[in-house]
């Protein structure tokens, strides 16, 4: 048996011991990756700051000291990095003939005069580093050499610059010559390298480690960093292992090892050699007691029964140490006989009574008074504890017979905390945490009660919904912390101008609601709206040094309508209070469904809920109308205007006058231009009959898509994905929309029109724009709004307009495009004015796109 059970022993501990070397050498692999990662982490942090100040002089034609020393100061870089010692910006400068980097600015002043005026030639790895940053437009580190803040003779290298180029204004240069051609600066960080390695390296790492960093980019390695100058590196009875840091063109090789010997392994204390030699001898005996005598059987069932009164002893005491509370009393008389050390704590003095006597409950304490009673499980009750405090517990009691007594055992286990906890949560679920009102769903849940009530005969209430006015402006000049502080305060004033039944709830954001109960008719709510509102209005909000005054626009729904849905009153309440702000703001507006404005609203959201199933449901559709040349009969290939229609549930198509409108006023254009342009885009070649010969399709754009940053990428990304030639493509922006967003639109342009892209401005004269815009749009076409066309022949001003624009047209290389051209008679007077295109009904009405099948919904 010994040599059964030793064998499989032997080899456990062997595989052992063979898994605890692989594991240590593991461990040791990993700090050494960890202190790469760390430096690696250490150096791309530097680059980042340089590529944010880098930003700065893209996006500005100048950058001054003082902007230079505010973008310093306000990065703290500092911070992150505390071996930094400069950021310098040197501009690239003749001197004696030569075109040289030249120091200008210097942040912080202090302790780096040294660097203005310096010329970076003068420090040639600072130069190399320079010159390879121009060429690849990429974060290059230099090697190390003396910073003129500590160049001291006979001192080793100790510094090291991060560098960026500065190019002129312009797309990204393309090439190594266009860099060079564009090159205006250099950008660059200095940083103490002894510094820079012991803050990017833990402090556990660098304990019982011998750490060593050297630059090996090319030539001799050259030490940069030793963590223990007085040993030396050879190999001896401590492993070394290396691992590199390649950043900024630059190749550090990082060394460790040990400094202490890694104690040996132990066949005896690291495996199971000893407990399994022990196991075995144990097995052996038993196999050796098995076989012997009645008189060792015996002596086994002594030591087995001895055990068992051992164990015995053991639950009685284990019972003393349990959290729950065990009591024992008497059935007939109730009298407690045991109480486990859990319940002595908790209860005190009371153990020392009945058992009922426990229970603040009088049924329940009935209940156990009688003789009879089979107890209860699970229930929930009110214990009284030491010094008459109660809490709660969930309690279990059974009868049990004991030494031929019958007995009741309570089990019991304190629920206080965990009943604190879920009314916390309780309360949680149904109030906003900022204000400590209710929140929308508990406030919903209270209106739609109050709905069924007055259907089933109730009283009337009234809803209010509150929204502040201009409360966005607060966030925007004192930050969401003075808003969440005005939202609290406002909340306390509100209020106070409650009744006793009345709900006040926070619905989201700066809107508010309010449930007013048993309201005799409209003019007692109308009363209670406006004292809110003056309430509102007449508060001032103090915060720093600024105060603000609040206002509220209140949307009022009387709750009188059994057939009115909760949708429906939630609706019609925003309703109201978006009419009270389109009517001036800071006021009451209570809902009609006779009114108006109430109609249209609401036409506009229910148009708002179909246009965002639209294109789910396949709802959208492109039509296209094609654009007829001129001034040019000879004109190859086929131009066309994409327009967007709607199909209604009985598949007839809506123009954009109905549905438009609502999709503008709910943010819901964005969705709709992506749809259009991914549909053209993606099948261009099947817009039009003539196919692949289609020479240029227009798309419209909204001022809310423009809006988006992402869009040009979009646009971009797509071209390449489906290989459509951008000079195919033409965007139409409108005049207002151009002027609205400038520069936004000026930006759009110039990055699309870069890859062949072509614009038109669309409605030109029918804004408040002037031809001195034309000068900072580069479009392509100009679009005569259709008013003036259609007037031209009869109306001599409009007559004017057309000349005037076609002729500051041409002149400015621009081609003019007619809209609603209605008859043969403007076509004849449009080419003697010199347009180049036409587009009306009396040229080619527009017609349904046929998509091919699979592509998309035509």
Same mark, same amino acid.
């Given at each position: 048996?010994?040599?059964?059970?030793?064998?499989?022993?032997?080899?456990?501990?062997?595989?052992?011991?063979?898994?605890?070397?692989?594991?240590?050498?593991?461990?040791?692999?990993?700090?050494?990756?960890?202190?790469?990662?760390?430096?690696?982490?250490?150096?791309?942090?530097?680059?980042?700051?340089?590529?944010?100040?880098?930003?700065?002089?893209?996006?500005?034609?100048?950058?001054?000291?003082?902007?230079?020393?505010?973008?310093?100061?306000?990065?703290?870089?500092?911070?992150?990095?505390?071996?930094?010692?400069?950021?310098?910006?040197?501009?690239?400068?003749?001197?004696?003939?030569?075109?040289?980097?030249?120091?200008?600015?210097?942040?912080?002043?202090?302790?780096?005069?040294?660097?203005?005026?310096?010329?970076?030639?003068?420090?040639?790895?600072?130069?190399?580093?320079?010159?390879?940053?121009?060429?690849?437009?990429?974060?290059?580190?230099?090697?190390?050499?003396?910073?003129?803040?500590?160049?001291?003779?006979?001192?080793?290298?100790?510094?090291?610059?991060?560098?960026?180029?500065?190019?002129?204004?312009?797309?990204?240069?393309?090439?190594?010559?266009?860099?060079?051609?564009?090159?205006?600066?250099?950008?660059?960080?200095?940083?103490?390298?002894?510094?820079?390695?012991?803050?990017?390296?833990?402090?556990?790492?660098?304990?019982?480690?011998?750490?060593?960093?050297?630059?090996?980019?090319?030539?001799?390695?050259?030490?940069?960093?030793?963590?223990?100058?007085?040993?030396?590196?050879?190999?001896?009875?401590?492993?070394?292992?290396?691992?590199?840091?390649?950043?900024?063109?630059?190749?550090?090789?990082?060394?460790?090892?040990?400094?202490?010997?890694?104690?040996?392994?132990?066949?005896?204390?690291?495996?199971?050699?000893?407990?399994?030699?022990?196991?075995?001898?144990?097995?052996?005996?038993?196999?050796?007691?098995?076989?012997?005598?009645?008189?060792?059987?015996?002596?086994?069932?002594?030591?087995?029964?001895?055990?068992?009164?051992?164990?015995?002893?053991?639950?009685?005491?284990?019972?003393?140490?349990?959290?729950?509370?065990?009591?024992?009393?008497?059935?007939?008389?109730?009298?407690?006989?045991? =109480?486990?050390? &859990?319940?002595?704590? +908790?209860?005190?003095?009371?153990?020392?009574? @009945? *058992?009922?006597? #426990?229970?603040? !409950?009088?049924?329940?304490?009935?209940?156990?008074?009688?003789?009879?009673?089979?107890?209860?499980?699970?229930?929930?009750?009110?214990?009284?504890?030491?010094?008459?405090?109660?809490?709660?517990?969930?309690?279990?009691?059974?009868?049990?017979?004991?030494?031929?007594?019958?007995?009741?055992?309570?089990?019991?286990?304190?629920?206080?905390?965990?009943?604190?906890?879920?009314?916390?949560?309780?309360?949680?679920?149904?109030?906003?945490?900022?204000?400590?009102?209710?929140?929308?769903?508990?406030?919903?849940?209270?209106?739609?009660?109050?709905?069924?009530?007055?259907?089933?005969?109730?009283?009337?209430?009234?809803?209010?919904?509150?929204?502040?006015?201009?409360?966005?402006?607060?966030?925007?000049?004192?930050?969401?912390?003075?808003?969440?502080?005005?939202? =609290?305060?406002? &909340?306390?004033?509100? +209020?106070?101008?409650?009744?006793?039944?009345? @709900? *006040?709830?926070? #619905?989201?954001? !700066?809107?508010?609601?309010?449930?007013?109960?048993?309201?005799?008719?409209?003019?007692?709510?109308?009363?209670?709206?406006?004292?809110?509102?003056?309430?509102?209005?007449?508060?001032?909000?103090?915060?720093?040094?600024?105060?603000?005054?609040?206002?509220?626009?209140?949307?009022?729904?009387?709750?009188?309508?059994?057939?009115?849905?909760?949708?429906?009153?939630?609706?019609?309440?925003?309703?109201?209070?978006?009419?009270?702000?389109?009517?001036?703001?800071?006021?009451?507006?209570?809902?009609?469904?006779?009114?108006?404005?109430?109609?249209?609203?609401?036409?506009?959201?229910?148009?708002?809920?179909?246009?965002?199933?639209?294109?789910?449901?396949?709802?959208?559709?492109?039509?296209?109308?094609?654009?007829?040349?001129?001034?040019?009969?000879?004109?190859?290939?086929?131009?066309?205007?994409?327009?967007?229609?709607?199909?209604?549930?009985?598949?007839?198509?809506?123009?954009?006058?109905?549905?438009?409108?609502?999709?503008?006023?709910?943010?819901?254009?964005?969705?709709?231009?992506?749809?259009?342009?991914?549909?053209?885009?993606?099948?261009?070649?099947?817009?039009?009959?003539?196919?692949?010969?289609?020479?240029?399709?227009?798309?419209?754009?909204?001022?809310?898509?423009?809006?988006?940053?992402?869009?040009?990428?979009?646009?971009?990304?797509?071209?390449?994905?489906?290989?459509?030639?951008?000079?195919?493509?033409?965007?139409?922006?409108?005049?207002?929309?151009?002027?609205?967003?400038?520069?936004?639109?000026?930006?759009?342009?110039?990055?699309?029109?870069?890859?062949?892209?072509?614009?038109?401005?669309?409605?030109?004269?029918?804004?408040?724009?002037?031809?001195?815009?034309?000068?900072?749009?580069?479009?392509?076409?100009?679009?005569?709004?259709?008013?003036?066309?259609?007037?031209?022949?009869?109306?001599?001003?409009?007559?004017?307009?057309?000349?005037?624009?076609?002729?500051?047209?041409?002149?400015?290389?621009?081609?003019?495009?007619?809209?609603?051209?209605?008859?043969?008679?403007?076509?004849?007077?449009?080419?003697?004015?010199?347009?180049?295109?036409?587009?009306?009904?009396?040229?080619?009405?527009?017609?349904?796109?046929?998509?091919?099948?699979?592509?998309?919904?035509?």
């Amino acid at each position: 048996m010994l040599l059964i059970c030793m064998l499989p022993t032997l080899w456990l501990a062997r595989i052992q011991q063979v898994r605890a070397v692989e594991e240590r050498e593991q461990e040791f692999a990993k700090v050494v990756e960890r202190t790469r990662s760390s430096m690696l982490s250490q150096l791309r942090t530097c680059g980042l700051m340089v590529r944010s100040i880098q930003t700065l002089f893209m996006a500005s034609s100048e950058v001054s000291p003082a902007e230079f020393e505010f973008v310093y100061s306000n990065l703290k870089p500092r911070a992150h990095l505390p071996s930094l010692k400069a950021l310098a910006y040197a501009s690239l400068q003749p001197v004696e003939g030569e075109l040289h980097f030249v120091t200008t600015m210097v942040a912080p002043a202090k302790g780096n005069e040294a660097l203005m005026g310096l010329d970076v030639s003068r420090q040639p790895p600072n130069l190399r580093a320079a010159e390879l940053s121009r060429d690849t437009d990429e974060a290059i580190m230099s090697a190390p050499f003396r910073l003129v803040q500590f160049d001291q003779p006979g001192q080793s290298p100790e510094g090291v610059t991060l560098r960026l180029p500065i190019f002129s204004a312009g797309p990204p240069p393309a090439n190594v010559a266009e860099r060079r051609a564009r090159i205006v600066g250099s950008l660059a960080v200095s940083f103490q390298v002894k510094a820079l390695i012991e803050w990017a390296l833990p402090s556990d790492i660098r304990d019982g480690l011998h750490i060593g960093i050297s630059d090996v980019t090319g030539g001799e390695p050259l030490m940069l960093y030793d963590s223990h100058p007085e040993l030396d590196w050879s190999p001896g009875t401590s492993p070394l292992r290396h691992a590199h840091v390649q950043y900024g063109s630059r190749d550090w090789r990082i060394t460790v090892a040990e400094l202490a010997p890694r104690p040996a392994l132990s066949a005896w204390q690291d495996t199971v050699l000893l407990p399994g030699m022990l196991v075995s001898l144990l097995l052996s005996l038993l196999a050796g007691s098995l076989a012997s005598t009645r008189r060792r059987a015996l002596e086994l069932g002594w030591k087995m029964s001895h055990q068992y009164r051992e164990s015995e002893e053991r639950f009685r005491r284990l019972n003393e140490l349990l959290p729950a509370l065990v009591l024992l009393a008497d059935a007939r008389t109730g009298r407690i006989r045991y =109480a486990n050390q &859990a319940a002595r704590n +908790r209860l005190g003095p009371h153990i020392e009574g @009945v *058992l009922p006597a #426990l229970f603040e !409950d009088p049924d329940l304490r009935s209940q156990l008074e009688d003789p009879d009673t089979a107890g209860c499980e699970n229930i929930e009750a009110v214990l009284r504890a030491r010094h008459n405090k109660p809490f709660w517990a969930s309690v279990s009691i059974t009868r049990a017979e004991m030494e031929g007594s019958q007995m009741l055992l309570m089990v019991a286990t304190d629920t206080s905390e965990q009943r604190e906890l879920t009314e916390m949560l309780s309360y949680q679920a149904s109030h906003d945490m900022l204000t400590e009102l209710y929140n929308r769903r508990e406030f919903e849940r209270r209106l739609e009660r109050a709905r069924v009530s007055m259907s089933q005969g109730g009283p009337t209430c009234a809803l209010l919904y509150i929204d502040l006015d201009q409360f966005k402006l607060i966030n925007d000049t004192s930050g969401h912390i003075a808003g969440d502080q005005l939202l =609290a305060q406002l &909340a306390l004033v509100m +209020r106070e101008q409650l009744r006793g039944d009345d @709900v *006040l709830a926070r #619905l989201g954001g !700066d809107e508010f609601g309010v449930l007013m109960m048993n309201i005799a008719d409209r003019r007692e709510a109308e009363e209670v709206a406006e004292r809110m509102r003056r309430q509102i209005d007449g508060y001032v909000f103090a915060w720093e040094k600024t105060s603000y005054t609040v206002s509220a626009s209140i949307g009022v729904v009387m709750i009188d309508q059994p057939e009115a849905s909760l949708d429906d009153l939630l609706a019609h309440a925003d309703t109201a209070c978006y009419l009270a702000k389109e009517s001036g703001r800071n006021r009451v507006h209570f809902y009609s469904a006779l009114d108006d404005d109430a109609t249209r609203r609401q036409s506009e959201m229910e148009w708002a809920n179909r246009l965002r199933w639209a294109v789910d449901e396949h709802r959208l559709m492109l039509k296209y109308q094609e654009v007829w040349p001129l001034a040019s009969e000879s004109e190859r290939g086929v131009r066309i205007e994409l327009l967007l229609r709607f199909r209604d549930e009985n598949g007839r198509p809506v123009v954009p006058g109905a549905f438009i409108p609502a999709a503008e006023r709910y943010g819901l254009m964005p969705m709709i231009d992506r749809w259009v342009i991914e549909t053209t885009i993606a099948n261009f070649d099947s817009l039009h009959p003539s196919g692949a010969d289609l020479r240029m399709a227009t798309i419209n754009l909204s001022g809310a898509s423009i809006e988006e940053e992402q869009l040009a990428d979009r646009i971009l990304h797509l071209l390449e994905h489906h290989r459509v030639d951008p000079r195919r493509v033409c965007f139409e922006i409108t005049e207002t929309v151009a002027v609205r967003n400038l520069s936004r639109v000026a930006r759009l342009i110039e990055r699309l029109r870069s890859v062949g892209c072509q614009f038109a401005l669309d409605d030109f004269g029918a804004g408040m724009s002037s031809f001195g815009y034309l000068k900072n749009l580069p479009v392509d076409y100009i679009k005569i709004d259709g008013s003036f066309i259609r007037d031209m022949l009869e109306d001599p001003m409009s007559e004017a307009i057309v000349r005037a624009v076609t002729d500051i047209g041409h002149r400015r290389g621009l081609r003019i495009v007619a809209e609603w051209v209605d008859s043969d008679a403007v076509v004849a007077a449009l080419i003697k004015l010199g347009v180049d295109y036409g587009q009306g009904f009396v040229l080619h009405e527009p017609e349904q796109v046929i998509f091919q099948r699979g592509n998309a919904e035509g």
